[in-house]
């Protein structure tokens, strides 16, 4: 895998990160960052908790303003944007609380979810006829192929807040490959799902990105899924990069078991490995 | 669960899913329940004047006046729901923009001579417009101070038409050249419901659109709707507009209806009664809005029925001045035990049903045992 490391460097990069610093008061979420994420891969961010890898993903959607540092998308400067506009970017993300709309349906939270891309305005909406209500339907039937591809169909018509937490999560995925997004922005996806499903969820994962022609960047804890799924790991702990490569790589760093299981748990692993 | 291969187990542990089919029934049943129930109301309301006159005889004209307000309070309950039940902005501002309606009403069309049509317009557009000029600032907070900063609002607007009264040196602003057409109690009613109606049906189907769907989804999770683009400042601005420039409507059918506007229109009592309509019809419901507006409209009705004073023990009390304490207490009550309104009485009747012919259905298998 050393062609990625030639390829960061010859190939712009969709995400481009630099010395993205983020503090809250005294606290330091986020410390000179870089990284890049280049199209069309499965980028995985790991680390302890606070390490500052939801922090990077609220800078990019614009819930958390960093005080010093760039973030670029295919060359646009993102902070130079309002929150809302980011999305027409073809930036999709999920949340770790899932976020749904709870009271639509699923079907009309991919068509929310398609409001960046839709033109109808106050006055286009007020009437039954008419190019807004000629959008909605292509926005419906989109919607109704993402829900086929991630095997939710049958819950189309359901309330999204009413379903099972694990279906829910499933919608905001669907909700944000909605978008028709270039990157999307997974936040702790496999959170709560049965050991049995990880491997499948890598699968899916990867055949979403292929079909779709999305890049994932993945906040993930579960070192299977990450393991599996992921062609770039970039460890983060207290809001510095220690270490990125392949997941091979990046996880067997001294630095990196250090700060997952402390000194000594470091020193023992590497025993063992003896 | 995220597969679309076939030989792959449907892992989602989920209960049972409502199947596509069924669960498309159901919110297709749902719809037509929900149409049929606002067709049957349409069909009665048309025919309003004609059973009215039938049933009450003479005082049929006077009764179909209280019926033309309940119509003009649902227009009133609608803009609130706009704003309150779907785009989650507590306001309690709108009884100002009653009273500007009312007032803008009196002053173009009964003491300027203008057409009562221009009239009605000009106070709508007036009221969309102050909506603007106050919308904006009052939306920089939220929650509770929103609430609290435009309830300051109605204070306000109420002394200034007071001003305007005292400086004028009346009591309230009559109008005294009323168009036969609009004082007689049959085409004042059909002209009522006539706009009342249109502006329901371009609501529900505006509701349904992207515009309606950006404001539920900054009610349903703000973060979420920035995530997926919607500029939540222009959406909360905008329903504040639309709700501004309906209840200025409100404001200016009300004004007619009465012949008179006054002060009382931008009140806290007239507050009450708006988040009453919505609330005991249905927060983010239009069915809700009309049923809230019928509610608190035929409320006095009922309470005409109890003696008055009514005396209990030593104490006399006069019914018709506990009516904003009732519609309080019912405000209450709603929020505690329907928070779902009036709206949906359907579905608790339909669970109901179920329970019954479920407990029928165990009985029958229990007696054949």
New interface residues.
């Given amino acids: 895998m050393s062609a990625t490391g030639d390829a960061t460097t010859t190939q712009q990069a969709l995400l481009d990160v630099r010395g993205l610093t983020v503090r809250f008061g005294g606290l330091v979420a986020l410390n000179a960052l870089d990284l890049r994420v280049r199209e069309g891969e499965i980028f995985a961010l790991v680390g302890p908790n606070g390490a500052g890898k939801t922090t990077l993903l609220n800078c990019v959607s614009g819930f958390v303003q960093p005080s010093a540092g760039s973030l670029t998308f295919d060359g646009v400067d993102v902070l130079a944007l309002a929150r809302h506009q980011r999305a027409a970017l073809g930036i999709g993300r999920t949340f770790q609380n899932v976020q749904l709309f709870g009271t639509m349906t699923v079907l009309d939270n991919l068509l929310a979810a398609q409001h960046a891309h839709l033109r109808a305005n106050f006055a286009t909406s007020l009437l039954p006829i008419g190019p807004a209500i000629a959008e909605d339907r292509r926005a419906r039937a989109h919607g109704r192929e993402l829900l086929e591809l991630l095997g939710i169909a049958q819950y189309a018509n359901a309330i999204a807040g009413a379903l099972p937490f694990g279906v829910q999560k499933l919608v905001g995925v669907a909700r944000a490959l909605a978008l028709r997004p270039r990157l999307v922005l997974l936040d702790e996806p496999a959170a709560g799902m049965p050991q049995t499903e990880v491997a499948q969820f890598a699968g899916a994962l990867r055949r979403w990105r292929d079909e779709l022609h999305v890049t994932f960047v993945l906040i993930e804890h579960n070192m299977t899924l990450v393991q599996s799924v992921a062609e770039t790991v970039s460890v983060l702990d207290y809001g510095r990069k220690l270490a990125e490569g392949t997941p091979a790589e990046a996880l067997a760093n001294p630095a990196v078991l250090e700060a997952y299981l402390g000194s000594a748990g470091a020193q023992e692993a590497a025993h063992a490995e003896r | 669960?995220?597969?679309?291969q076939p030989t792959?187990p449907?892992?989602?542990?989920?209960?049972p899913?409502?199947?596509?089919r069924a669960?498309?029934l159901?919110?297709l049943r749902r719809v037509r329940a929900s149409q049929a129930l606002l067709l049957a109301l349409l069909i009665v309301m048309v025919a309003l004047p004609t059973l009215f006159d039938q049933i009450f005889g003479f005082s049929g004209a006077f009764q179909l006046h209280r019926v033309s307000l309940i119509a003009i309070f649902a227009l009133a309950a609608l803009a609130q729901n706009i704003l309150t039940g779907y785009a989650a902005q507590p306001s309690l501002g709108n009884a100002a923009f009653f009273g500007l309606g009312g007032y803008l009403l009196a002053w173009l069309a009964g003491d300027l001579g203008q057409p009562y049509w221009l009239a009605i317009i000009v106070a709508m557009l007036a009221s969309a417009l102050i909506g603007v000029i106050i919308g904006g600032p009052a939306l920089r907070v939220s929650g509770a101070y929103l609430a609290i900063a435009t309830l300051g609002l109605v204070l306000i607007a109420s002394s200034l038409f007071d001003l305007w009264d005292t400086t004028a040196g009346r009591q309230s602003y009559g109008i005294n050249n009323l168009p036969g057409l609009l004082q007689d109690d049959h085409t004042l009613y059909y002209l009522v419901l006539l706009i009342t109606v249109i502006v329901f049906a371009?609501g529900w189907?505006?509701l349904r659109?992207?515009?309606?769907?950006?404001w539920?989804?900054i009610?349903?999770?703000e973060?979420?709707?920035?995530?997926?683009?919607?500029?939540?400042t222009y959406y909360k601005l905008?329903a504040f507009i639309?709700s501004a420039a309906l209840t200025g409507l409100a404001g200016a059918l009300y004004a007619i209806w009465a012949q008179t506007a006054d002060s009382s229109m931008s009140s806290v009592d007239q507050t009450i009664i708006f988040l009453a309509m919505i609330v005991v019809g249905g927060l983010?419901s239009i069915l809700g809005s009309a049923l809230g507006a019928l509610f608190v409209g035929f409320l006095p009705l009922l309470l005409g029925q109890v003696p008055s004073p009514l005396t209990v023990g030593g104490l006399s009390i006069q019914v018709s001045t506990l009516t904003t304490g009732i519609y309080g207490l019912l405000l209450l009550l709603a929020l505690i035990f329907f928070p779902a309104g009036l709206a949906a009485i359907r579905d608790h009747l339909g669970a109901l049903a179920a329970r019954l012919t479920r407990a029928g259905r165990s009985a029958n298998t229990g007696g054949a045992a």
């Fill in positions: 669960m995220v597969t679309t792959s449907a892992p989602v542990s989920a209960a899913p409502p199947t596509g669960g498309a159901a919110a371009l189907v505006l659109s992207r515009v309606g769907r950006a539920v989804a009610r349903d999770s973060a979420a709707a920035l995530a997926f683009g919607v500029n939540t905008l639309v983010g």
